[in-house]
């Protein structure tokens, strides 16, 4: 009788909120279609309204329509269990179902849930003007630890975050972008986040910022992989407040730019901020041309980090802010050591620090290549600068300092900063020559007749292998540069 009434006063059947019945049922939508179903795949949703209408439980799915368009903010309810998590994905064959978010504060969004695997869709949330906007947002607020949750397949592009982060907006900026993961209160946090294999584009605020917890409380098993994030307008990559995050195997380029490019303050590449022994590993960050106000660098180990901030095994190539950031002094404090090794940087020719003197920084086995113009670095007070291979300018100046040690290192063309390391050609097979990805960097193994094969520094605790996955000895002396094989 009531709904009856209903639609005789307004012409639609209000369908009541559809619960998720047995466990592994799926609610399928399709809003292509003229009418409102109940989601099965005969009679499917025809709105995101009608998503958001029900509950989900262990085992579900809720499924897009391949080749369809949603336009809403998408905030389905529920949670599951770490064997049956509640799955977002598509139905059907053709292109990635689009979700757009028709400029809502955030095109998907998740609060207080747990056991969410999302997966190969498209999500777009485009606007007229920037604001705290995002593709995908994932929230604790309640002063709980929420988990598992894994996000992969996703293409996220053309999202109108806020790309200026100074003054009143600084917060909305840090808040934008494609996905963005955050956890706020005492005793909120998000573990075991695995963010993988998306492609994220033309995303005002940055790519992906994965926030997991708080400096007294940080998340855990956090696994950032695989990801593209192109032309984004602010940071590329940046997990913060996690212990022992991995970020591995990713590809950034031309971060600060896009539809939305970046408008003020600093942005970096991929960075980390208040981790507990953090590693970044085997990522490409390359072509950033956009200087903000003292940033722009590929990787950044930058405030509140404790423990060691591992970076390694990564190929940067001509980023305008250049090769690295230690910014251990642009916040609270955290001491971290900071160890840096098989890392190939070519045409960067910048590393920078603002650490008050806390951070201690191991600098070895890497190549630094930068024959376009010379060196600008700044290092910590305290480092130690070994078994590297530097091909430089005439007029570039490395930095010399009470705290400062260098030994072990090739000097082509910019003048040794001590009267120890070898002035010689290091006799690369084809420097100058890295493509965009990190497996197009073979020109910087070494020849047979490299002055620098097999003469550096035994260093303990050396990571058993170099950029190439050469095996690296713990006893016998290693070749200077990121190539431990043998001559070619």
């Known amino acids: 009788m009531l709904l009856a009434a209903a639609v005789a006063l307004t012409g639609t059947a209000f369908l009541p909120a559809r619960s998720a019945t047995a466990a592994g049922s799926t609610t399928y939508v399709d809003c292509s279609r003229p009418t409102a179903g109940t989601g099965t795949e005969a009679s499917p949703f025809n709105s995101v309204a009608q998503a958001n209408s029900g509950s989900y439980g262990p085992g579900d799915t809720l499924a897009l329509a391949s080749g369809t368009t949603c336009t809403g903010a998408l905030a389905p309810k529920g949670s599951g269990t770490a064997s049956e998590p509640i799955t977002l994905t598509r139905y059907g064959t053709g292109a990635r179902p689009v979700l757009n978010g028709g400029g809502a504060a955030d095109a998907v969004s998740l609060t207080d849930q747990d056991h969410w695997k999302i997966s190969d869709i498209k999500i777009t949330n485009p606007a007229g003007s920037l604001a705290r906007r995002t593709g995908l947002r994932i929230s604790a607020t309640d002063g709980r630890a929420h988990t598992g949750f894994d996000i992969g397949g996703l293409v996220i592009d053309r999202v109108a975050g806020q790309t200026d982060k100074t003054g009143s907006v600084t917060e909305d900026y840090v808040q934008s972008g494609g996905i963005v993961t955050g956890a706020t209160g ?87 901020l208040g981790d507990h022994n953090p590693t970044i590993q085997k990522n490409a960050v390359y072509d950033i041309t956009r200087m903000s106000v003292a940033d722009s660098q590929a990787f950044d180990c930058d405030w509140g980090n404790t423990g060691t901030c591992l970076i390694q095994y990564n190929y940067s190539r001509d980023n305008i802010g250049g090769f690295f950031l230690d910014c251990d002094g642009c916040g609270t404090i955290g001491g971290a050591r900071q160890t840096i090794r098989y890392n190939i940087s070519e045409n960067d020719c910048r590393m920078s620090s603002n650490s008050a003197g806390r951070s201690a920084l191991h600098l070895y086995n890497n190549v630094f290549y930068c024959t376009d113009k010379k060196f600008d670095v700044k290092l910590p007070t305290r480092s130690v600068v070994e078994n590297n291979i530097f091909v430089g300018t005439t007029d570039s100046r490395l930095p010399t300092g009470a705290g400062i040690t260098w030994s072990w290192n090739v000097f082509q063309g910019v003048p040794r900063p001590t009267a120890n390391g070898i002035t010689d050609d290091p006799r690369f097979v084809a420097p100058g020559t890295g493509g965009s990805s990190i497996h197009a960097v073979d020109g910087y193994r070494l020849r047979s007749t490299s002055p620098a094969l097999g003469n550096g520094a035994v260093i303990a605790d050396n990571g058993g292998r170099d950029y190439w996955a050469n095996p690296v000895s713990s006893t016998a002396k290693p070749n200077r540069g990121a190539y431990q094989g043998p001559g070619l």
Request: aromatic letters at 6%; hydrophobic letters at 35%; glycine letters at 20%.
């Open 186 to 272: 005492a005793g909120s946090t998000l573990d075991d986040v695995h963010v993988h294999d998306n492609t994220v584009s033309n995303t005002g605020g940055g790519g992906l910022k994965i926030r997991t917890g708080s400096m007294a409380n940080k998340g855990d098993g956090v696994l950032v992989e695989r990801n593209t994030v192109k032309d984004v307008g602010g940071d590329g990559i940046i997990v913060s407040y996690a212990d022992a995050p991995m970020i591995q195997y990713n590809d950034a380029s031309g971060v600060g730019n896009g539809v939305y490019p970046f408008s003020g303050g600093n942005f970096a590449g991929i960075w980390v």
